[in-house]
């Protein structure tokens, strides 16, 4: 499901590099310190979740190196 990240995210992630044209893998933290690792985020907006994770709180995202 995909999910339009808080301007906050937004913000953050278009400061970080790309993992391939258009997209960043992202390891996002949620609320209950539950973790989804690998999550592909589109042109800095767009979460591609797991339809249970879709309506949690994120507390953190942090781009995937390499």
Same mark, same amino acid.
């Given at each position: 499901?995909?999910?339009?990240? *808080? ?18 893998? $992202? ?6 310190? +539950?973790?989804?690792?690998? $999550? ?5 907006? *767009? ?7 879709? +309506? ?7 781009? +995937? +190196?390499?």
């Amino acid at each position: 499901m995909r999910v339009t990240l *808080e301007k906050k995210w937004r913000v953050r992630l278009v400061q970080q590099p790309e993992s391939g044209m258009g997209c960043q893998r $992202v390891d996002i933290r949620f609320a209950g310190d +539950r973790t989804v690792r690998d $999550v592909l985020v589109f042109n800095a907006q *767009e979460a591609e979740l797991p339809e249970e994770f879709a +309506r949690l709180p994120i507390t953190d995202i942090v781009v +995937r +190196r390499g």
